[in-house]
């Protein structure tokens, strides 16, 4: 007796199914694979083969979309997000909590203004040092 699908199930064999025939269909559309293999080698084949399947799928100006869609989930694979994980950390001062900054919205706008001024201050000098923006964020604490 065969097992019934589910509606996802389904959804994710007919997109793979149309991907492969896509990326079969044209020369351009196998080389953007191989090389896509080759470029992102964390990233399930299936799911490259299932980023083919899209409005323009197989079309030239849809190869950019394609190419920054693999790299994307390459990227994401090789750079986990880690709860907790503050861009910021290092631009505080000793004691502030960065969860208590990130939760404030008014404090957090005056935090990245000050960050985003003294950047542009430092812009021609070829970027602002990092004890320079602490210096400038110490103002707000």
């Known amino acids: 007796m065969k097992r019934k699908m589910k509606r996802g199930e389904r959804d994710e064999s007919y997109r793979y199914l149309v991907g492969k ?46 190419l920054a869609a693999a790299h994307v989930m390459e990227y994401n694979h090789a750079h986990p997000y880690k709860p907790g994980a503050y861009w910021f950390k290092k631009f505080l001062p000793r004691g502030v909590s960065p969860g208590k900054v990130a939760d404030n919205k008014e404090l957090m706008d005056r935090f990245v203004d000050v960050i985003s001024k003294t950047e542009e201050e430092w812009d021609e000098k070829g970027g602002a040092p990092t004890e320079e923006i602490k210096k400038s964020v110490k103002s707000l604490f």
Do not use: M, Y
Request: charged share 25%.
């Open 21 to 66: 025939r896509i990326i079969q269909s044209s020369r351009s559309n196998e080389d953007l694979f191989d090389g896509l293999l080759e470029e992102c080698p964390h990233v399930n084949e299936r799911k490259l083969t299932e980023l083919f399947v899209s409005a323009g799928g197989g079309i030239k100006n849809i190869s950019p979309a394609i």
